[in-house]
Structures are given as structure tokens and as C-alpha cells.
């Protein structure tokens, strides 16, 4: 423990420039050592309160302003220096040209995000433009999703000087339109009693009175309040709509994007190589829209001001707001969602569990019964989707199924465009059996064209409607072995064996495939973005071969035993093990894999006619194993091959064989002969006396079948 007492005046700059006395103490009670919080050095300077302005950073001594890295700072970012400030959420972020350029603090985002504090983030630079950023100043939304979700928590300068929450009876439908105006968010969509986490005093005193067109909460009237506790789940939870909207298309599900941003509607930049329809899912999510169908840019004939979103800030989870920051582009983005279906807790856009929603009877998405939906009316979902044919339709939840259940049976003809198109018929249930929820996988649209087989040649995808090749370019180093595997697996042709660009003479519009989106999992079809492009896709996949058939024959026999698992043969016999193969491609080889407990052997034919022929001369135990047949053919520049299935030889000893079919003949011939000397004695007549020119013979079973002696008459002859 520290033996001496400080003494400082709080100008020097280091404690040990201080004064100090010694104390008398070498410990201290628990709890009493000192603790200490500095302010972080971030101030907002030259706006309308402490938490509006422009940023700026003490580092090094030095108050520089943030300078605008390309763009780079969102809500995102500027609600960690909110935070710092002690205001509340992050309502706008923009840039301010100065000149000439000044010595600024550069702030990365990556390093935001990651938790740390803006001065531990900066870097010197010099720039021209400057961050400006508002927070509001007495509410915020906590614990929520997003800057427009959480538990409302209320603070003001002139009273108290800490953060409260809000008992939900004190608080009502226009007291949350203010709020939702001041954070700049959307209407009210959601007001309830949640909590959004533990609530912790203090609990705000005052009952809100707004009017619901103030600009601010703490500018609305109030009233005294008996209460400085609320109920468990009583405190305000507020859910704001997001500022997004689809404009000029044909439902308000269709057009181009646009978001509320700083108080201004504005449309979304389409990013050269960043939009994809995985992307487009937030936007259709935050619209309550269905899936995301499709994604395309829109050239006008000038730059205007518009709104860039990072697609990284969006995948992360964020809402398209808090990916804002302001940019000039002629470059416009249309995004079109499916207005009445989606699928949903599965693992691309074209599966999942089915819901519906109708924008004329029900505003809420429904779970199907699988019983009042078909083939026919799947086909009609995967087209609606922009997704292929159906391959999997059957009742599985795709997680917990919760109601409301929809109370009609869909009776498609299959070739409607939109599932709501379909003659319906009321049902009379309002709830599904356990895992009897509509289940729905329709196919990836993705292809091969102009190859020898469906698994090689030109990748294409279908999106918006439209085959286009996938293009390369400058996107090719891009594509690799690994991007590649993805495409084969959705063609259920195994693993990537190449990957290579194929110049074209002129340009034609393709679709360029972002490489990260596939790496994270997602199908190509949700990483398409338009372009045009001369360098176009080729690929080749290593499952090209159907699997070759294995059959057996032996000499004693004859018989194939190609329908089974495997056959007997007789120690010193001839038999033969045959492989063949569907007339794909010419030549090739086929090696014949023989495993045992104590050896493994290949033998290796040319393939003729598409088969080979394995003759093996004498049968021995050593032949005892399992076989299998590898195809083996070079093309494209490349080695493939496919194994049959396995069968089994045994092989069996001749002797006993010989001996049974010898003594077995000989035992019924002694049989046949006393039973005619027993048959002719039961009815007097001697052996040797014969009455009949002709001998008689008789035999075992005609014996029995004529109705000859029984076991009783035997016995009794016996005797």
C-alpha cells in the first residue's frame, strides 16, 4: 500500500510533481482504495447543445477534429461517441468541406466497433473534410435491436442528472410519436410494458402530456408523478419503425430504395459490387415485406445527393439508417420483395418454413398446414421467390411455429405468378399438428452450359428472370477452388476441380457473384449483383461420372449376381468379375480394388465398349474379399473417376458337394428298392415270382403321391 498522502494543487502534470506527506498506514479497509473514471476526450463543438457539433478528440494534448474517411463513419460509429458523451442515441452523422485541408484525427470504424474508445482509435492525418454528429440530448432507446428499439430512458439537465426509466403509465401513443421524431426514426410501430433487460433505479417522477407534434420529449408538458417504482415489465419498451420505403413501383414492396436519414428522404446508392439479394433481405425485412426477389442498378442522367450503405454494416445486423452516410451518385438502386409470402429459419432465401400474409384480411405473417397445400401450389411459391422448381416439400417447423395459422386451402393450378393469385377455399382449422407446418426447399437456379456433361462448362444463374453467365474481369482472382465448390454442391456435382476465366470478343451483361458473400454461406443466387463484363466463368466439377456397375459369374452356375451384395463360388472353379459403365465418354480405364483382411490387390483394364472383364481361372480362399470397380477417364484436361458399390466372394470347398450329390442318389435307390420288395410282400407274392413280362419300378415320391404304404403300414410289415 502506498505510504504517503498526496498534496497536489491540480495543475501539475504528473502526480509525483506533488506534494506529499507520510502517513502513518501500509493498508486500508476493504472498499477504500481509490477508484477512479476519467471523462473520455471527446467533445461536440459549435452546435446547438453539448451533444451536437463537430467531433473532436483530445490526443496528445492536441483538440483536433474527426475527419471523414471516405464516407466511412455511419450511426453505427457514432453512437460508440455518443456514448462516450453521456447523450443519448445518434440521430445524424455528416461531413463538412473546409479549405484547405487541416491536421484532423482519423478515427477507423473497424476499431470503433470493436468496443474500444475513439482516442484509442485515432491516427494524425489532414483532410478537408470534417465530421459533424447529433446526438439527442435527454432520451434513448436501450437495449434493444437498433437505434429505434429498446427500453425508453429519459434524462434532464436542469433536474437529475443521470438516466431513467419510464413507467409505461405515464407514458402513451403521442408521447411516443415525439420520441420517435426526435431519435429520427420512424412512427411508433410497438408500446408496451417491456423491459429490454433489467430495469435499475431511478425510475422517471413525471407523467408526459405531448401533444405529439413537439420536436422533443422534454419539451412536451408533464405532471408530477407519486410513483419512483414501476411494476416488473411495466417500464416503456418502444419499438420506432425504420425510415425505409420502396418508391414508383407497382406495390409499396417494389421501386427504389429509399431511407430518412438527417430529416431528408433520399435513394440508396447502388454500389458498384455491393448490393446482393442478401443485402436486399434486410431492406425487405425492415419493410415487413416478404423475401428479397431481386436487386438491380438504375443509371439517371445526373448525380444527385444520396444515401451510401455499407453492406459489411447491414450483414452485421444493423438497420439500414444506422448504415448511412451521405454521398453523390447517379447510380440508383431498385429492389423488389415478394409482397405476400416468404421462408423462413433456413438457410437461403429458397428455404424454409412457408408464412403468408394477405394485405387485405390479416396485417400478420401465417404459418400453411400441410394439408391445405400442394405440389402445385409449391411451384407457384419457388416462382414467386425467383427460386427454382420445388424439391422438398413436406411438414417441417424450420424452428418453433407460433400462431396465427392461415385458414385457407390454396388450390393452385401451377401456373400462376403469385401464390395469392390462387382460388382459395376456407378451412376450418386455426392450428397444425406438431411438425405439420409447410416445409418448403425449392431448387437454386444455377447451371452449366456448353460443357460435355451437366457438371462442366459456363456457370450460369437465374435472377430477375434472366440466364446470364457469371463474369470474371477483375472480380476473377476473386473466385477460387473455394467459391467454386459452392457452385457444384448447388449442382450436386461434388467438388470444384477448376476455375478459370474465358475471354469473349465483346462485352455482354453478366452477373458478378461477390466471393465473401459465398464464403459466408450464403447460395449465389443471394450474392448476384448485375455488370457487364467480356471475362466469363468456366467451371468444372469432379462428379462428371454416373457410378459404375459390378456383377460376378462363375463357371459352375452361370448366373450374374449383379443384383446382390455378393456370391459363392466353388474352390478350383473359373469366375468372373465384370465392370461397366453408361456410354458417356470413350475410353478410359477401370480398375478392379480387391480388399481382405490380409491383402489388397488392383488390377487394371482398358475399358471396351465401356466395360472390362476380370477372368480369374481357379477359385481359391485367397480370392475371398470385397470388389469394387474404379472408372477412371481423363478429360477436360483433367483426371475423374467413379467407384462402383461393393460385393463380396466367397468361396466354398468342391469335396462336400461331391459327396452329398453322390450318397444322396445312392440312399434313395436303396430306399425305392425296399419299398418294392416290402410293397410286394404285404400282398403275398414272393420276391422272386413275377407275373408280368415288363419289370416295375417304383420310386419315393410316386409312391406317396398314389397313395402307397403310410408310416403305420410300415411299421406294421416290420413286424
Given amino acids: 500500500m502506498w505510504t504517503k498522502e498526496f498534496q ?46 463537430t467531433l473532436e478528440v483530445k490526443h496528445h494534448v492536441d483538440w483536433k477534429p474527426v475527419g471523414d474517411f471516405y464516407s466511412d463513419w455511419n450511426l453505427k460509429e457514432a453512437a460508440a461517441a455518443c456514448k462516450e458523451l453521456d447523450c443519448g442515441s445518434a440521430v445524424s452523422v455528416g461531413w463538412r468541406k473546409e479549405s ?36 439527442s440530448d435527454s432520451v434513448r432507446l436501450v437495449n434493444g435491436t437498433s437505434l429505434c428499439s429498446g427500453r425508453l430512458e429519459v434524462k434532464s439537465n436542469h433536474s437529475n442528472q443521470w438516466w431513467s426509466s419510464v413507467c409505461e403509465a405515464d407514458f402513451d401513443q403521442q408521447d411516443a410519436e415525439v420520441v420517435c421524431r426526435e431519435l429520427g426514426c420512424g412512427a411508433p410501430s410497438v408500446l408496451q410494458g417491456v423491459t429490454y433487460g433489467e430495469v435499475e433505479d431511478p425510475m422517471w417522477t413525471k407523467e408526459f402530456q405531448c401533444g405529439g407534434n413537439e420536436s422533443a420529449l ?35 414492396c417494389a421501386g427504389t430504395l429509399e431511407v430518412k436519414h438527417q430529416g431528408d428522404w433520399r435513394p440508396v446508392y447502388y454500389f458498384y459490387y455491393g448490393w446482393t439479394l442478401k443485402e436486399a433481405a434486410a431492406a425487405c425485412k425492415e419493410l415487413d415485406c416478404g423475401s428479397a426477389v431481386s436487386v438491380e442498378q ?48 433456413a438457410t437461403s432465401l429458397c428455404s424454409g418454413r412457408l408464412e403468408v400474409k394477405s394485405n387485405h384480411s390479416n396485417q400478420w405473417w401465417s404459418s400453411v398446414c400441410e394439408a391445405d397445400f400442394d405440389q402445385q401450389d409449391a411451384e407457384v411459391v419457388c416462382r414467386e421467390l425467383g427460386c427454382g422448381a420445388p424439391s422438398v416439400l413436406q411438414g417441417v417447423t424450420y424452428g418453433e411455429v407460433e400462431d396465427p395459422m392461415w385458414t385457407k386451402e390454396f388450390q393452385c393450378g401451377g401456373t400462376e405468378s403469385a401464390l395469392l393469385d390462387c382460388r382459395s377455399s376456407g378451412s376450418d382449422r ?62 450436386d456435382c461434388g467438388s470444384a476441380v477448376s476455375v478459370e476465366s474465358r ?23 443471394e450474392c448476384v449483383t448485375s455488370d457487364f463484363s467480356n471475362s466469363i466463368l468456366n467451371l468444372t466439377c469432379s462428379d462428371l461420372l454416373l457410378q459404375p456397375n459390378i456383377s460376378g459369374s462363375s463357371s459352375v452356375d452361370g448366373v450374374s449376381e449383379a443384383q446382390q451384395q455378393g456370391f459363392h463360388v466353388f474352390r478350383g472353379s473359373t469366375f468372373t468379375i465384370s465392370c461397366s459403365t453408361q456410354p458417356q465418354y470413350p475410353r478410359g480405364s477401370f480398375q478392379l480394388t480387391f480388399t481382405s483382411p490380409t491383402s489388397a490387390l488392383n488390377y487394371t483394364k482398358p475399358a471396351v465398349n465401356h466395360s472390362a472383364h476380370f477372368l480369374f481361372p481357379a477359385a481359391e480362399p485367397a480370392h475371398q474379399g470385397s470388389y469394387s470397380c474404379v472408372y477412371h477417364i481423363y478429360v477436360f484436361s ?33 430306399a425305392n428298392i425296399g419299398l418294392y420288395f416290402y410293397y410286394k410282400a404285404t400282398r403275398g407274392q414272393k420276391p422272386g415270382r413275377r407275373e408280368n413280362t415288363e419289370p416295375v419300378y417304383y420310386n419315393l415320391g410316386v409312391l406317396a403321391a398314389e397313395g402307397g404304404p403310410t408310416e403305420e403300414e410300415g411299421a406294421q410289415g416290420a413286424e
Wanted: hydrophobic share 30%; net charge neutral.
Fill in 503 to 525: 475471354k469473349e470478343s465483346s462485352v455482354r451483361s453478366v452477373w458478378m457473384i461477390r466471393s465473401d458473400c459465398v464464403q459466408s454461406g450464403s447460395a449465389l443466387m
Fill in 100 to 135: 484547405p485541408d487541416r491536421s484532423v484525427w482519423m478515427i477507423r470504424s473497424d476499431c470503433v466497433q470493436s468496443g474500444s474508445a475513439l482516442r484509442e482509435c485515432v491516427t494524425p492525418d489532414f483532410s478537408s473534410s470534417i465530421l459533424d454528429l447529433t446526438c
Fill in 430 to 491: 386455426n392450428t397444425c399438428s406438431p411438425g405439420k407446418a409447410v416445409g418448403l426447399t425449392c431448387s437454386e437456379p444455377v447451371r452449366l452450359v456448353g460443357g460435355d456433361s451437366r457438371c462442366a462448362g459456363t456457370l450460369e444463374v437465374k435472377h430477375q428472370g434472366d440466364w446470364k453467365p457469371v463474369g470474371g474481369g477483375y472480380f476473377d482472382p476473386d473466385w477460387t477452388l473455394k467459391e467454386a465448390d459452392v457452385a457444384c454442391k448447388e449442382l
Fill in 218 to 252: 422534454l419539451d412536451c408538458r408533464s405532471s408530477c408523478s407519486d410513483r419512483n417504482t414501476c411494476s416488473p415489465g411495466k417500464a416503456v419498451g418502444l419499438t420506432c419503425s425504420e425510415s425505409v420505403r420502396l418508391v414508383g413501383g407497382d406495390s409499396r
Fill in 638 to 670: 483433367h483426371d475423374f473417376f467413379s467407384e462402383s458399390r461393393l460385393i463380396s466372394l466367397t468361396v466354398a470347398d468342391l469335396r462336400p458337394f461331391i459327396i452329398r450329390a453322390v450318397v444322396l442318389p445312392l440312399i434313395l435307390l436303396l
Fill in 298 to 345: 438504375r443509371k439517371e442522367s445526373s448525380a444527385r445527393s444520396v444515401w451510401s450503405i455499407r453492406f459489411d454494416c447491414v450483414q452485421s445486423g444493423s438497420a439500414l439508417r444506422e448504415c448511412a452516410t451521405s454521398y453523390t451518385s447517379s447510380s440508383i438502386l431498385d429492389l423488389t420483395c415478394s409482397d405476400s409470402v416468404r421462408l423462413v429459419n
Fill in 8 to 53: 497536489c494543487g491540480g495543475t501539475e502534470s504528473a502526480l509525483l510533481d506533488c506534494r506529499s506527506s507520510g502517513s502513518d498506514r501500509n493498508t486500508c479497509s476493504p472498499g477504500k482504495a481509490v477508484g477512479l473514471t476519467c471523462s473520455e476526450s471527446v467533445r461536440l463543438v459549435g452546435g446547438d447543445s453539448r451533444c451536437a457539433g
